[in-house]
T-cell receptor, first 113, second 110 residues
Framework: EAQVTQNPRYLITVTGKKLTVTCSQNMNHEYMSWYRQDPGLGLRQIYYSMNVEVTDKGDVPEGYKVSRKEKRNFPLILESPSPNQTSLYFC????????????FGQGTRLTVV | GENVEQHPSTLSVQEGDSAVIKCTYSDSASNYFPWYKQELGKRPQLIIDIRSNVGEKKDQRIAVTLNKTAKHFSLHITETQPEDSAVYFCAASYGNKLVFGAGTILRVKS
C-alpha cells in the first residue's frame, strides 16, 4: 500500500531533550516536506527536500533540522526542543515537486514541557 | 511576502446548500493552487487542484475557479452533505514551497 509513515504518533518530551521524528514513503517520490499545524495558522512548511541530499528552508525552519540521505526517508530533528515547538507535525511527499499532489503522513502530536 | 489569506474562517450551511471558500495570494508567479480537506483527527487530503493556465475546474460537486488578475481563487461545493463537514485549506505555490491558508471550518447541518 502506497503510504507516508511517521513515527511516533504521539510524543511528550522535556525542554532541551533532542528528539527525532521519522518519516518514510514507499512511492519513490522525489519531493518531501515537513509542516507544522497550529490552530488558526494552518499548515506552515518547515523544511523541504527536492531530492536526495537536497534540502531547503521553508517558512518556519528555526529550531529544526532535516536530512535526506535516502530517497524514502526524511527525518525531522529537534536538537533542543522548546515549548513553542508543541504542535501537530505532518510529513508529506510528492512525485516530482510542489506542483503535484502531496500525500501526508498520519501526523505526530508533539508536546514539549 | 508570501501569503495566502483564506475566508471565512468558519462556515455553517444547511444540507443541500452550496458553500464557497475564498483565497487570495500575493505572488503573481504562483502557478499551482490545491485544496485540501482535513477531517477531524485525520491527515489532509487533496480534493481538487488548479493550475494557472486554467480558469475553472470541476469534479462532481466540487469546483475551483481562478482569477489570476485579481490573484484570487475559490472553492465551490454544491449540494452539501454532512460528510462534507471538515476543515478546508487552500494553498499556493511559491517557487519550490507551498504556502497554506489558515483554514475554513465547514459545518453542514442536517
Amino acid at each position: 500500500e502506497a503510504q507516508v509513515t511517521q513515527n511516533p504518533r504521539y510524543l511528550i518530551t522535556v525542554t532541551g531533550k533532542k528528539l527525532t521524528v521519522t518519516c518514510s514513503q514507499n512511492m519513490n517520490h522525489e519531493y518531501m516536506s515537513w509542516y507544522r499545524q497550529d490552530p488558526g495558522l494552518g499548515l506552515r512548511q518547515i523544511y523541504y527536500s527536492m531530492n536526495v541530499e537536497v534540502t531547503d528552508k521553508g517558512d518556519v525552519p528555526e529550531g529544526y533540522k532535516v536530512s535526506r540521505k535516502e530517497k524514502r526517508n526524511f527525518p525531522l530533528i529537534l536538537e533542543s526542543p522548546s515549548p513553542n515547538q508543541t504542535s501537530l507535525y505532518f510529513c508529506a511527499s510528492s512525485v516530482t515537486g510542489i506542483n503535484t499532489e502531496a500525500f501526508f503522513g498520519q501526523g505526530t502530536r508533539l508536546t514539549v514541557v | 511576502g508570501e501569503n495566502v489569506e483564506q475566508h471565512p474562517s468558519t462556515l455553517s450551511v444547511q444540507e443541500g446548500d452550496s458553500a464557497v471558500i475564498k483565497c487570495t495570494y500575493s505572488d503573481s508567479a504562483s502557478n499551482y493552487f490545491p485544496w485540501y480537506k482535513q477531517e477531524l483527527g485525520k491527515r489532509p487530503q487533496l480534493i481538487i487542484d488548479i493550475r494557472s493556465n486554467v480558469g475553472e475546474k470541476k469534479d462532481q460537486r466540487i469546483a475551483v475557479t481562478l482569477n489570476k488578475t485579481a490573484k484570487h481563487f475559490s472553492l465551490h461545493i454544491t449540494e452539501t452533505q454532512p460528510e462534507d463537514s471538515a476543515v478546508y485549506f487552500c494553498a499556493a505555490s511559491y517557487g519550490n514551497k507551498l504556502v497554506f491558508g489558515a483554514g475554513t471550518i465547514l459545518r453542514v447541518k442536517s
